[in-house]
């Protein structure tokens, strides 16, 4: 015979447990001590990595379709990381962008372009409610030369690419 008051305690135990899981805060670029997983010099504080999935979810993803290696980057292969600092203040203001580990200068105003352009809507989207946030943003430049014989070696064939764009933020319509 099935004990129900027992099972209801089970079925709740999973539903916390589940529930604790599903909240617990990851980041793709900072570990749970608030560290920069490149760099662990750099963190963050408590309420920046409060907000660090959100931030990742939006920013992101719209870095990596906008940012492009500059002529002269590309020309003579220049290849770094450049780590930004972002601050942004309540309802986007309060914003401010300078780089705290250059690389190639072309490199550096590649990275640059970008913060200058972004727009104040997605500067609102990250920014929380009260305080003001500092993230710390690496991004890399990488030319893969070797890319086609390692994909040659590997598939037994000639492999053409296409590297998709990351799929962008949508705000939800309600």
């Known amino acids: 015979m099935i004990n129900l008051p027992i099972m209801k305690k089970i079925a709740l135990l999973l539903l916390m447990i589940l529930n604790i899981a599903a909240s617990a805060q990851t980041s793709k670029l ?3 001590k608030r560290r920069l997983l490149i760099d662990k010099s750099y963190t963050i504080d408590e309420l ?4 660090i999935q959100t ?3 939006i920013l992101l993803p719209k870095m990596y379709n906008s940012i492009k ?3 002269i980057s590309a020309e003579n292969e220049f290849e770094g990381t450049v780590i930004v600092q972002l601050s ?3 309802q986007g203001q309060d914003y401010e962008v300078k780089i705290v580990k250059p690389a190639e200068e072309e490199l550096n105003k590649a ?3 970008f913060f200058n352009g972004l727009q104040e809507y997605p500067r609102r989207q990250i920014s929380p409610a009260k305080g003001k946030i500092t993230v710390y943003i690496p991004i890399t430049f990488e030319i893969s030369k070797d890319n086609y014989i390692k994909l ?3 598939n037994k064939s000639l492999t053409i690419q296409l590297i998709p764009r990351a799929p962008e933020y949508q705000e939800p319509v309600y």
């Open 55 to 57: 931030i990742e979810k």
């Open 88 to 90: 942004v203040g309540a």
């Open 30 to 32: 900072y570990d749970k």
């Open 111 to 113: 990275v640059l372009k």
């Open 69 to 71: 290696y500059t002529a």
């Open 152 to 154: 040659l070696n590997k």
């Open 48 to 51: 920046t990595y409060s907000n």
